[in-house]
């Protein structure tokens, strides 16, 4: 089966401050995708990465794409309290099978 | 308009009863889901249909069973709700080949 892994699965930071969010996967696959969900609502999707070296970004959000080192990252650049939120990489195995990595909770401090 | 709509958004039930919750998406998209989000956060596939026709099953329970009248519906009936079902049961829909996917606001199911 599937293993989709993320780390960290907590990050506490301070605005104005750069991380990167981790997703590993097993089994190889080049469709991979970013979700944002924030406290008791529903996921949003955020980027869609089709292809080896694909990388998208959206304002401080930055998303790429490693197929051959199952690897994909999403950066974030210059912190905001606005970007707390619980981010879910997901990999999609046949076209219409999702497994979902298991969420990192980022918590944007002032 | 709301793109993907579950009814309904909460669901308190006890031990034993039978419940249905739906979803319709008026998005257009072939292929709609229905996943689990336990206490934990975490999400886990149920089913998969493409233009009616169930793709995925995952290992559920089955006392679950999805219903698709049409590509814009997915209905999940659950027999015999047990406590661990509570959780939220978010539906889907996507647009293949490789469309990322549109997700309804969820279902809370509370088991008692």
């Known amino acids: 089966e599937l293993k989709v892994e993320q780390n960290p699965l907590f990050l506490s930071m301070q605005e104005g401050k750069n991380y990167t969010i981790y997703c590993n996967y097993s089994t190889t696959s080049d469709r991979l995708y970013w979700y944002r969900q924030d406290p008791g609502k529903s996921l949003e999707s955020l980027f869609v990465?089709?292809?080896?070296?694909a990388v998208k970004q959206e304002g401080r959000l930055m998303a790429s794409l490693d197929t051959k080192a199952r690897l994909s990252t999403l950066h974030i650049t210059a912190a905001v309290h606005d970007l707390s939120a619980t981010y879910f990489c997901a990999v999609d195995l046949t076209g219409n099978q999702f497994y979902f990595g298991t969420g990192t909770s980022l918590t944007v401090i002032p | 308009d709301t793109a993907v709509s579950q009814t309904p958004k909460y669901l308190v039930t006890q031990m034993g009863n039978d419940k249905s919750i739906k979803c319709e998406q008026n998005?257009?998209?072939?292929?709609m889901y229905w996943y689990k989000q336990d206490s934990k956060k975490f999400l886990k596939i149920m089913f998969s249909?493409?233009?009616?026709?169930?793709?995925i099953n995952e290992t559920v329970p089955n006392r679950f069973s999805p219903k698709s009248p049409d590509k814009a519906h997915l209905n999940l009936h659950i027999n015999s709700l047990e406590l661990g079902d509570s959780a939220v049961y978010f539906c889907a829909s996507s647009q293949q080949p490789a469309g990322g996917q549109y997700f309804g606001p969820g279902t809370r199911l509370t088991v008692t």
């Open positions: 990465l089709l292809s080896n070296g």
């Open positions: 249909y493409n233009n009616k026709e169930l793709i």
């Open positions: 998005l257009g998209h072939d292929t």
